[in-house]
């Protein structure tokens, strides 16, 4: 198993700014993605966050929008940028449980954006 | 686009009783996952059934697979109040088995036990 931790846990943001959510994880994992869940939704993934290389994306999302660094094999950040009131959602970092991709997934708690 | 469906959308039963939870898909797969949330945090995994398996069961839950009718289901047997959450499906993207890509989760079923 892994521990994720995640900060911050909530935010209240203005519309317009950029928040930095980040992801720490208790040992070494290849595996790491983004989540994003909007209210009452399931979850839709952003990106996979590359160590030493540029973040895959999914369809829909965009770096420029959702900058994302993984400096090493513990940590990453997810930028949610010039945000309006629709980025309102829940963000989540996952890990996968082995080298495999079709592994479980472990999950951070979340960071709950509201933005105004 | 979603690749699981669940039905129901949300479930309400008494304390004991089991509840049922029904996932569709629909491109081939790997393995199906099921996951809990509780109210807004973080899910965690339940189990995984891999496509050549039919059933599966761990403590309470009891999955099955359908790989014909791109189905799955979740049982949970003699329900407790603190089952209450929301259970979602989850389906590997691309099925081809290579490369570190993510799972597609389904709408979820939001269940309530009442005591």
């Known amino acids: 198993s892994a521990v994720i931790s995640q900060k911050p846990s909530r935010d209240i943001c203005q519309r317009g700014t950029s928040l930095t959510i980040q992801c720490q994880v208790d040992?070494?994992?290849?595996?790491m993605f983004w989540y994003r869940q909007q209210p009452g939704q399931s979850l839709t993934l952003i990106a996979t966050?590359?160590?030493?290389?540029?973040?895959?994306?999914e369809s829909g999302f965009v770096i420029d929008k959702f900058p994302i660094s993984r400096p090493n094999l513990t940590f990453s950040t997810l930028t949610v940028s010039n945000m309006s009131p629709e980025d309102s959602s829940i963000y989540l970092c996952?890990?996968?449980?082995?080298?495999?991709?079709?592994?479980?997934?472990?999950f951070g708690e979340g960071s709950r954006l509201t933005v105004l | 686009s979603q690749q699981g469906e669940e039905d129901p959308q949300a479930l309400s039963i008494q304390e004991g009783e089991n509840a049922t939870m029904n996932c569709s898909y629909k491109?081939?797969?790997?393995?199906l996952q099921w996951y809990r949330q509780n109210s807004g945090r973080g899910l965690v995994h339940l189990i995984l059934?891999?496509?050549?398996?039919r059933e599966k069961h761990s403590g309470r839950l009891r999955v099955t697979l359908d790989t014909s009718k791109k189905s799955s289901s979740l049982l949970i047997t003699a329900s407790r109040a603190a089952d209450t959450a929301s259970y979602f499906c989850?389906?590997?993207?691309?099925?081809?088995?290579?490369?570190?890509?993510?799972?597609?989760f389904g709408k979820g079923t939001h269940l309530i036990i009442q005591p």
């Open positions: 996952s890990v996968g449980a082995s080298s495999m991709n079709t592994g479980e997934l472990f």
């Open positions: 040992s070494q994992v290849t595996m």
């Open positions: 966050a590359n160590q030493g290389s540029e973040a895959t994306y």
């Open positions: 491109t081939s797969i790997n393995n």
């Open positions: 059934i891999r496509s050549n398996e």
């Open positions: 989850a389906t590997d993207i691309r099925a081809s088995g290579g490369g570190a890509d993510g799972l597609t």
